[in-house]
């Protein structure tokens, strides 16, 4: 897949964001295949199936226990890209009341934005925002106190990040909210591939149980996520509960581009795709706590 690939070519990082639809066309060609009596072309479907599979099955196993004595209390996180194009302010408080998370993290606000949420931060007293109008405007809610609650401008990429220090109940945990670039063309991907190595850089270097999530516009299978993922000692919080498509926001015919990861001091739990709010991206959901 594209993501095998040296190099930002544009075309194919986006094409390694398909496994699980090249598995499913595979699969299905293979069987109308068979049904027509075609055995060889039928089989050789069938085998071309199997290396995308190969992507997508290992999501789906391997989830954690349930509760136990390993981790201190779960704290409860919403993330959100609502698109500021979105004028559906109501839709995803609604939401965030009905889920009732501690924690919230939306993407793309900009002043409009910050001007209609007034229900949220009446409901979480403790926030940071960064409203802007290039659509990489973020916010952080929480009822949980925050520290040291800053812009994070990691170097070289321009964009701004939410970092913060959230005392959960069982302990301090970093916080790192993030939208990278979109990769539109080779020059963006190369971009977005170049901030995910700095924030891994910047988790490795915090030394922390630390949580890093929003929009990364990488699936699990681009490049850049490797190198994000290995080099930050980062989790996803999908790892056995499946793929969990988030855009377009489409059920399941989207792809999973926003994500919750934590290092490897963050027991993550019950990874949810949730109802859209008006966005072009499908909230998501989890747990963390720290491992004790």
Known sequence: MGSRFPGPFTALDNLAN????????????????ALRGRRLAALAAAVAALPPIAQVAPWYVGREPGPGT???????????NVYYGNRQYGRIQRLIAKQGPDVVGLVEIDLDWQANLGKLRASYPHFYEVPDERFVGLGLYSRQPLANARTLILPGSGLP????TITTP???VEFILVHLPSPTDAE????RDQQA???AQY???????????????MTMWNRGYHSLAKAGGLANARKGYGVGPTWPALWRLGVPIDHILATDGIRLADFRVLPGVGA??????AEFSLRR
């Open 18 to 33: 398909f496994p699980f639809h090249f598995a499913v066309a595979f699969l299905g060609c293979a069987m109308a295949l």
């Open 188 to 191: 963006l991907v190369r971009r």
């Open 170 to 172: 069982g302990g301090e």
């Open 197 to 199: 190595a700095r924030v």
């Open 161 to 164: 990040a939410i970092a913060a």
């Open 203 to 217: 988790v490795r270097a915090l030394g922390k149980p630390t949580v890093v999530a929003g929009d990364f516009n």
């Open 70 to 80: 390993d981790a201190g209390p779960s704290v409860k996180l919403l993330v959100s």
């Open 280 to 285: 072009d991206h499908l909230p998501i959901a």
